[in-house]
């Protein structure tokens, strides 16, 4: 046999035994990322088995009606009334604030950056805002209480020390970032031809940005905002330092709530024994919480799919 074709049937069996070992290798990589996936899917059913577990023997001696409908929530007290009304209108009512904050400065704030900022002042600016995410939020939560709240009394010498406005105001503040640098992403996305085609029409920057730059993004910034509303619905320790703990049934900004996220805090820290119904409400309340928040990302998820605009 000749030396060349010793050498070709060398260089096959190298080739073949290159494959075998990327087949290998690719395989080892597959089966790793598997299990990190199944790994995230089973945690996550774990959690919703352990809430649904615990919520049923707290409804085992609740009626659903009563949680649902009553308008006082004193677990905690010698007259027990488990009414979550008064919990999900104190997570309202700083939800809504924070977004009365947080949506129309983070949309102006990514209209600046993405058609009137240059290209420098965006590459300075938008990391700079980004770093109010990453601020503790206790550090806000007393900024709430110890310096907006005061401030704020100045203003409105009604407002209690613990209320809902200065919580809300900050916690609007925190989420402002996310706001933003989401709808900035999507507004950065718009393709340059539509902008142009607009221009060229004589249209000014504000026609372009109201009418072009924003109804085409509107999937984008509609997906942040209600990110940005589940992150506000499950903020706890601004809640829980500058609101108070009052489960009132009220929409008043300037008095006491209590939210779903503080009711847990409290509940956990230790002086409630465990087993008890007491005890019980806060995997109730959780599973509140969880709902709220699911239901929020199916909202997210249909608005993207159902106003998202395909370029070419």
């Not at 607009?198 to 993004?217: D, E, N």
């Not at 910034?221 to 500058?242: D, H, K, N, P, Y």
């Amino acid at each position: 046999m000749s030396s060349a074709v010793i050498s070709k049937k060398k260089g096959l069996s190298e080739q073949s035994a290159g494959r075998r070992k990327s087949r290998f290798q690719e395989r080892i990589i597959f089966n790793v990322l598997s299990l990190f996936g199944m790994l995230s899917i089973l945690t996550t059913a774990g959690i919703i088995g352990v809430l649904i577990f615990e919520a049923w023997a707290f409804f085992m001696e609740v009626p659903l009606l009563s949680f649902l409908f009553d308008t006082e929530w004193t677990p905690l007290f010698e007259e027990q009334h488990f009414g979550i009304l008064p919990l999900l209108l104190g997570t309202l009512l700083t939800t809504v604030i924070a977004m009365a904050v947080s949506l129309p400065f983070g949309i102006l704030s990514a209209v600046f950056l993405s058609e009137y900022a240059p290209d420098r002042a965006r590459r300075i600016i938008k990391p700079i805002l980004e770093i109010l995410a990453g601020i503790p939020t206790v550090v806000y939560g007393y900024f709430a209480l110890m310096f907006v709240t005061p401030v704020l009394q100045n203003i409105i010498p009604s407002l209690q020390a613990f209320n809902a406005l200065s919580p809300g105001i900050v916690m609007g503040i925190m989420i402002l970032p996310m706001m933003a640098s989401l709808s900035e992403d999507a507004m950065y996305a718009v393709p340059r031809s539509l902008k142009d085609a607009a221009a060229a029409l004589g249209s000014s920057k504000y026609q372009i940005a109201l009418k072009v730059i924003i109804p085409s993004a509107f999937s984008g910034i509609t997906a942040a905002g209600i990110l940005a509303v589940s992150r506000a619905i499950g903020e706890t320790m601004i809640v829980a330092i500058a609101a108070g703990q009052q489960a009132q049934f009220t929409l008043n900004p300037l008095v006491p709530v209590q939210t779903m996220t503080a009711y847990i805090v409290q509940v956990s820290l230790g002086d409630t024994p465990a087993g008890t119904l007491e005890h019980k409400t806060i995997f109730a309340v959780g599973m509140m919480l969880f709902l709220s928040t699911l239901l929020l990302n199916v909202i997210s998820h249909y608005l993207r799919k159902r106003f998202r605009e395909a370029y070419e």
